[in-house]
């Protein structure tokens, strides 16, 4: 007897298996498109209500701070860097991941550039931003040897990190937690950071064309003092 799996195959039969391949097709594409994380496009509005919330939690606790400092990295590149905080031994400089960064976000802080999901699903780039901000560090380093700089990159609440943030990451909800961690880590205040600052502050006001704006108070002091 012929082989039954050699016999042709009916065309009524063949219209209904390819009927069937391009529904289950359809179905599988409708799943996983279901089933693909959506991405929270932030608008201007939305994103600048999360800039002002970070600053009123940050102003909360008392730290003294400097504010909106745009810095000229090279010759062609510029940095916002949004808060630069004077922690008890170090200082804190806070940057903002972009406002696209609202998905799915690969942040190695070993890796030269971070990769996340844009709103309209491609993947996008950005900078490290302690590669972003190496020449400021290195400036600093230089004037102020004994001073450690650490560096805080927010993302918007939105973002994925596919589980903990990284060490130098977090979502602008958690700002306020991640700066008493930070804190805490550091231990008593430190000397070098209390002599280092003000030269700093001056440093940096002048380097932003005198429009950064520092807020504040000292560690182990209560009221919070403006200086404009």
Known sequence: MPDASLLPIDPADAVLIGTAAVILLILLMT???????????????????????????????????????????SKHRTAAIDHVVRLPDSILLIVSAPAAASGRVRANPSAGQWRYAAPD????????????LHPLISAIRARFPLVRVRVLAVFPNSADFGGPPPKSCCRSADLADAVRAYAREDGPPSHTVETAWEPLCHALQHAAGGRANKAGSPPGTRRARTVS
């Open 121 to 132: 699903h491609k993947v996008a780039t950005m900078l490290n931003p302690v590669i972003q």
């Open 31 to 73: 799943v996983l498109r279901a089933a693909r994380p959506k991405v929270r496009k932030l608008n201007a509005r939305q994103y600048n209500a999360e800039l002002f919330k970070r600053r009123l939690a940050l102003d909360e606790l008392g730290f003294e701070a400097l504010h909106n400092i745009p810095l000229k990295t």
